[in-house]
């Protein structure tokens, strides 16, 4: 049956899908807008099936606070190339995983996919924009923040984003210490806030490596745990952020670097997602 461009283009603005998508779609349901759509969703569902091993190694961090900067989240939505990253529908998706999940704070990934925005969950409309750009899409790391001062940073490219929670502030100008500490878990990566954050299977496999290390020396069976020892707490010192070197000066710590501008203030927590 004839299709007008008057047709074509009413589903166009209904789903977003592309012209000749809509096209083919309405000629399929000769003409019943209704099984129109239902035929588009099918065809995400069917391109989602197809690249389902595809890897999502492109995308964007978005980060959200609320105005009292007390709590906030990161989140991660992915693609498999840098052109799709750029997509104003892309984008806009992200945007909006990012402010659902800023508002209804869910506890995982899949519990913000299976937040429904209007007749569809998040999951379903991933996927029927999977079936318009053609690629790979994906929410692949969400986290959440709660705290006295919650400060966000986005690195530059919009790959990287961490959200710092600072408490004990006083009178502290938070924005600015939030950032230096957030640029420092950006470049220096931190395991965790403080040796005893780290994974005990973390702290298990330095001692062994310290030992070994020590032991291919030919340091005396009896030295090696001292001596492994002493490679933990050099760890400690280079992987977790309290005591990590402040990389804008090297004569103080981060810890130091926070009781220096104000007495007792500290990181309560953090969070780093990394896309790539």
């Given at each position: 049956?004839?299709?007008?461009?008057?047709?074509?283009?009413?589903?166009?603005?209904?789903?977003?899908?592309?012209?000749?998508?809509?096209?083919?779609?309405?000629?399929?349901?000769?003409?019943?807008?209704?099984?129109?759509?239902?035929?588009?969703?099918?065809?995400?569902?069917?391109?989602?099936?197809?690249?389902?091993?595809?890897?999502?190694?492109?995308?964007?961090?978005?980060?959200?606070?609320?105005?009292?900067?007390?709590?906030?989240t990161v989140v991660?939505?992915?693609?498999?190339?840098?052109?799709?990253?750029?997509?104003?529908?892309?984008?806009?998706?992200?945007?909006?995983?990012?402010?659902?999940?800023?508002?209804?704070?869910?506890?995982?990934?899949?519990?913000?996919?299976?937040?429904?925005?209007?007749?569809?969950?998040?999951?379903?409309?991933?996927?029927?924009?999977?079936?318009?750009?053609?690629?790979?899409?994906?929410?692949?790391?969400?986290?959440?923040?709660?705290?006295?001062?919650?400060?966000?940073?986005?690195?530059?490219?919009?790959?990287?984003?961490?959200?710092?929670?600072?408490?004990?502030?006083?009178?502290?100008?938070t924005t600015t210490?939030?950032?230096?500490?957030?640029?420092?878990?950006?470049?220096?990566?931190?395991?965790?806030?403080?040796?005893?954050?780290?994974?005990?299977?973390?702290?298990?496999?330095?001692?062994?490596?310290?030992?070994?290390?020590?032991?291919?020396?030919?340091?005396?069976?009896?030295?090696?745990?001292?001596?492994?020892?002493?490679?933990?707490?050099?760890?400690?010192?280079?992987?977790?952020?309290?005591?990590?070197?402040?990389?804008?000066?090297?004569?103080?710590?981060?810890?130091?670097?926070?009781?220096?501008?104000?007495?007792?203030?500290?990181?309560?927590?953090?969070?780093?997602?990394?896309?790539?």
């Amino acid at each position: 049956m004839a299709i007008s461009a008057k047709e074509v283009n009413k589903l166009r603005q209904m789903t977003g899908a592309g012209m000749m998508d809509c096209k083919k779609a309405l000629v399929e349901a000769e003409g019943d807008f209704d099984k129109a759509i239902e035929l588009l969703r099918k065809k995400g569902q069917k391109v989602s099936a197809s690249r389902a091993d595809r890897a999502t190694t492109e995308g964007i961090v978005l980060v959200r606070t609320n105005d009292e900067g007390t709590n906030g989240t990161v989140v991660a939505f992915t693609c498999e190339t840098d052109f799709v990253a750029k997509n104003d529908d892309f984008v806009a998706m992200g945007n909006k995983i990012a402010d659902i999940a800023f508002n209804e704070k869910p506890g995982s990934v899949e519990d913000l996919k299976a937040i429904k925005s209007g007749e569809l969950t998040l999951g379903e409309e991933i996927t029927e924009l999977i079936g318009k750009i053609g690629e790979k899409l994906d929410i692949t790391a969400y986290k959440s923040l709660e705290g006295e001062a919650i400060v966000p940073y986005i690195h530059a490219g919009s790959k990287l984003g961490v959200l710092v929670a600072l408490k004990n502030v006083g009178d502290a100008d938070t924005t600015t210490a939030g950032k230096d500490v957030a640029m420092q878990i950006a470049a220096m990566n931190p395991v965790a806030l403080d040796k005893d954050g780290v994974d005990s299977s973390i702290v298990e496999k330095e001692i062994e490596i310290g030992k070994e290390q020590a032991r291919q020396d030919g340091k005396p069976e009896a030295m090696l745990e001292k001596i492994a020892m002493g490679k933990l707490n050099k760890f400690y010192k280079e992987n977790t952020l309290l005591s990590q070197t402040f990389v804008k000066d090297s004569s103080k710590s981060i810890s130091q670097y926070l009781d220096g501008l104000q007495k007792g203030m500290t990181v309560a927590a953090f969070e780093r997602i990394a896309i790539g």
